[in-house]
């Protein structure tokens, strides 16, 4: 079980991955690090949460207000997990969508609705083609000018051009601010 750190569901207890699935869910404490510095932010927010797994950042953003949530996995199995836990609580499609999709090839093509104000992406630590997942988001419209983009990547991984980097044991986040002004454009 995984419980949510923060927010209108603190404490609710969601079905964790099984045993022999590569699914590896977000510390609580890196969870709440990162919720608890963008908490003004989140309300009424558009978030795109890519390699989804758990979806336990999908439900903390929602959690602390998100208005809305793109929850996108490529295993089908993670995805009806993922719609039973967010049943289970009470969240409606009008607020969370999870889509059993490719992220690689859903980055690759340009953003048919609005963009998002957040974008997390969580692929498997060493996952070589992170810079260009992001660099996709950027050219194709997933972000907003001013929107965020965090990227949890082992601590082996190298640095992402343009983001700021914390390190959680072996895990590592990484966080562009696409309004600021010493970000890099892609």
């Known amino acids: 079980m995984i419980r949510v750190t923060g927010g209108q569901f603190r404490g609710r207890t969601v079905d964790s991955p099984p045993k022999h699935k590569q699914v590896r869910p977000t510390t609580g404490m890196m969870r709440e ?5 963008f908490q003004f932010d989140l309300p009424d ?25 793109l929850a996108v996995e490529a295993d089908e199995d993670q995805c009806r ?9 009470g969240i409606t499609e009008a607020r969370i969508k999870v889509s059993n999709n ?28 992170l810079p ?12 907003k000018p001013d929107g965020v983009i965090i990227a949890e990547h ?14 959680y044991g072996e895990s590592s986040v ?13």
């Open 33 to 37: 690090s990162l919720f608890s510095r």
């Open 45 to 69: 927010a558009r978030f795109l949460d890519l390699f989804a797994g758990s979806g336990i950042m999908s439900l903390e953003a929602l959690s602390r207000g998100a208005g809305f949530v």
């Open 81 to 89: 997990t993922m719609r039973k836990n967010f049943e289970k609580i």
């Open 102 to 129: 490719d992220v690689k090839r859903l980055l690759a093509q340009p953003c048919r609705k609005k963009p998002f104000d957040f974008i997390f992406l969580d692929p498997p630590y060493g996952f070589k083609e």
């Open 132 to 143: 260009l997942l992001v660099s996709q988001c950027v050219q194709h419209g997933w972000v």
């Open 154 to 167: 082992g601590y082996r991984d190298p640095d992402l051009e343009g983001f700021t980097r914390k390190n």
């Open 174 to 186: 990484s966080i562009r601010m696409m309004g600021d002004a010493n970000a890099l454009t892609e």
